[in-house]
Structure formats: C-alpha cells, structure tokens
C-alpha cells in the first residue's frame, strides 16, 4: 500500500479485502469496483440481500470462511477494511496483525479521492444530534452541507454529490480505529463514558479510538472540546486551535444568563430554542462552535438552532395521557445517554433493560434522584434491576406492553414516563427506532 512517511494512504491500493459486507463495506466495494481496485470480501453470516447485493457487483462473497482460508484472503490483500463494528477480537483482525496487513477505513479512501473540508463529532452520546444540527447552520449560512459517517451515508458514498461543499462526518469509534489518517477541518469531541465494550477490546481501547480524531488535525484545524469532560480535556492538543464549549461556567461558547454566546458575541436565546433541556444546550453550543470553525455565519447557526427539531426517539414527547406524559428515549443505548436524559426531569418512572453491550449499569445511578421508580425488561432486566433494588422500587416486566402498563400504574398525575434503555435493542428489536416505535 502506497503511503505517505506520516502513515497516511497517499492513494488506494490495487488489492482490498473487506472484512465484513454490511452497508458501509457495500458502499465501499461500488467505490472502489467502479474505480478499477480489485475487491474481495468476507461475511460470518450474510442475509439473502447481503448476498445478492455482492452477486449485482460481480464479487465473490466469501461466506464464514475456515481460519486457513481466512488467512489466504488476508495475505493476498495490501489493506483490510473492517465493517465499522466488527469485533477487535475478530479472528481477521489478528490475522492482519500477524500478516502486517494494514487495516483502514472507509474515511481513508474518501481522503484520497476528494479534498472538501470535514467538520467531524465524535463522542459516546449525542453524535447523530450535532451532526445534524451543524449541517443545518451550515446550510442556514449559504453552504451546501452533507451528513455522513455514522448514519445512512457513507462518506465514500457522499463525495459522489458533487454539490456538497462542506461534509458533515459522524465520526464513530469504529471508523476512527482503524482509521490511518483522518484530518478534518473542524473536530468535535461530545463526551465520553463507557460503551461499545462489546466491540473494543477494553475502555482504554474506545478512548484511544475516540483520540484519534484529534491525532492529525492540520495545521489550521479547530478542534471544539468539552470543557466539562476530563477524558475529553485530557486529550485535547496545545499545538492546535481548541475551543470549548459548556452549558455553565467559562468557556469559548457558553451559556450567560438566557443566551448561547460564543467569542464573538451572542448566538441565540435559550428560550427560543425548540427544546432546552440541559443536553439540549450543550449540543447546541457544540454544534455551534464546530459549525463556525468551517464557516457558518452567527445568523446562519442562530436561524438553525431556533428552528431545530429534535430526532424521533431522543426524549420525544409521544403522548400524554390522564396527567402522564411518555417520552421515548430509545436512542439512549448507554448509561451515560440515560442519565443526561433523566437530568432533563424532575422525576420520571424509567422504563429500562435490553441487551447490555458488556458497560456497568451502576452508572444510571447518577441520575436516582430523578427516578421515581423503575420497570426493568429484556435480556438486562435482573442488572437493571439491580442496580435499582436498594433505592427505587422495580417492577420486571415480560415486554413493552407490559413495561408501559406497569409504568403508567406507578406514575402519578403531572408526572412523566421515561423509556431510556440504557442497553442496546437487539435482544427483541431489529434496531432502536423499532423499539421506540413499539
């Protein structure tokens, strides 16, 4: 593989193997298929669509192949690109140790064929809310603004739109591990708490993954920080420009009083925002100073944040009913999310449970003082319940029908009903949105 002395693919290799055949690494094969590279690939367990999608492209889809085999795929590639989530532990991961094989990521590829400046978010909550809120300031400022990354568009797929003039990255964990250079033009760091343990191999993992977006920022780069986070600060580089931002105390963007303001004056009301609890405020001060270090205007960032909508199943109001009102949070797939959405309530009953992704539930604990009671359900119900046993009541239930039945019979009147899981859906659900939608 072709690389520069910093270690960064000056251009694509002739030969890739892509590890993994799910929606990123499909978009990856029809780039470089139509770009002439030779493509092979693996799946442990393909779906019928998986394989005919790999069968439209004229790839032969190695299907859960034997480790000697394995070894042979990997051996005959100059780089391997892992499908973001694919396990550190992954047996084609040691392989390509063993091998000297590089690994690298669909950003990597981007880089080399397109120059648009990046504005990337990264953290363990919030990404998908940011990233969207700058694309909106950006495009609130006269500039063509795409989201990709860690959503439904791959950046290897988004540089297609030759329009878009600034590229708005959701820059996961699991990108950025493998990533060989990553430099985009603003950085934005969120938070950072447990999660993904399923995935990376340790917490110091994740955050050494998480790191990496600051690891090669350019010279003129920003890179917009937590302030309130000491893992986040811990990193933050003095031989590039930082700005950070938190929703009380000093910082570059702040709040004062009832205004977002940043270094060079007020941004907008906290009243005029479409919702402001505290994680609302917060996102709006990242989103903010990461959509002005690539050029959005004060008025462009301050006409978005007013008119923004937060995503469905993020502490969504669905319904209120006999003095109770349900919001569904099944985004939050970490303690970490849960408790920001709890410290938005004075008191909620908390529906939670799924499928741990291997973190420390006791972290919900944070929050107590907001939980009135708890309904525990799915794979994680005896942790949940656990965690809550000495100090709330907790109720377990078999399915949601019964985990809304059982929170609605423990709240009273003015008061809220909270579904924030904690844990990820796939123990009874194709994906959060089903969940919440349930």
Not at 48 to 62: K, P, R, S, Y
Not at 127 to 143: D, F, Q
Request: include cysteine; hydrophobic fraction near 45%; charge should be negative.
């Amino acid at each position: 593989m072709r690389c520069t002395a910093a270690g960064a693919m000056a251009e694509v290799p002739p030969s890739l193997l892509l590890a993994g055949f799910g929606a990123t690494n499909r978009a990856v094969a029809r780039a470089l298929l139509s770009r002439g590279h030779a493509v092979t690939a693996f799946d442990d367990g393909p779906d019928a669509a998986t394989v005919a999608d790999a069968e439209a492209l004229g790839l032969d889809l190695q299907i859960a192949p034997a480790d000697r085999r394995l070894d042979e795929l990997v051996g005959a590639a100059d780089a391997m690109i892992p499908t973001p989530g694919l396990p550190e532990r992954h047996r084609a991961m040691a392989a390509a140790r063993a091998g000297g094989v590089p690994t690298a990521s669909e950003f990597d590829l981007a880089r080399a064929w397109d120059s648009r400046p990046i504005a990337a978010v990264t953290g363990t909550s919030g990404k998908t809310t940011v990233t969207e809120m700058v694309v909106a300031a950006l495009r609130c400022s006269g500039l063509e603004a795409a989201a990709a990354g860690n959503n439904d568009l791959p950046l290897v797929a988004a540089i297609e739109d030759t329009a878009a003039e600034v590229f708005v990255v959701e820059a996961s964990s699991f990108r950025l591990a493998h990533s060989l250079r990553f430099e985009p033009r603003a950085a934005c760091w969120l938070n950072f708490a447990a999660d993904h343990l399923d995935i990376h191999r340790d917490l110091d993992s994740y955050e050494a993954a998480k790191a990496r977006l600051w690891r090669w920022l350019p010279p003129g780069a920003t890179a917009v920080a937590n302030r309130l986070d000491p893992t986040v600060m811990a990193h933050v580089r003095k031989d590039r420009a930082t700005w950070t931002f938190a929703p009380h105390g000093p910082a570059d963007w702040r709040r004062r009083g009832d205004v977002l303001t940043g270094p060079s004056g007020p941004v907008v009301s906290v009243r005029e925002l479409r919702r402001a609890m505290p994680h609302d405020v917060a996102n709006a001060l990242a989103a903010a100073a990461t959509a002005a270090a690539v050029g959005a205007t004060a008025e462009g960032v301050g006409q978005a944040l007013r008119s923004f909508e937060p995503g469905a199943h993020r502490v969504q109001k669905v319904a209120s009913i006999d003095g109770v009102t349900f919001y569904d949070d099944s985004k939050a797939t970490t303690p970490h999310a849960t408790v920001a959405a709890l410290r938005g309530f004075d008191e909620a009953v908390l529906i939670a449970g799924g499928r741990n992704k291997g973190l420390d539930l006791s972290g919900l604990l944070d929050a107590v003082d907001r939980v009135s009671s708890v309904v525990a359900f799915g794979e994680a119900a005896d942790e949940v319940a656990e965690v809550f046993a000495s100090d709330r009541p907790v109720r377990v239930a078999a399915d949601m029908g019964e985990a809304v039945e059982l929170a609605a019979s423990a709240a009273g009147p003015g008061s809220a009903v909270l579904l924030s899981p904690a844990c990820a859906s796939f123990d009874l659900y194709p994906s959060y949105a089903a969940r919440g939608d349930d």
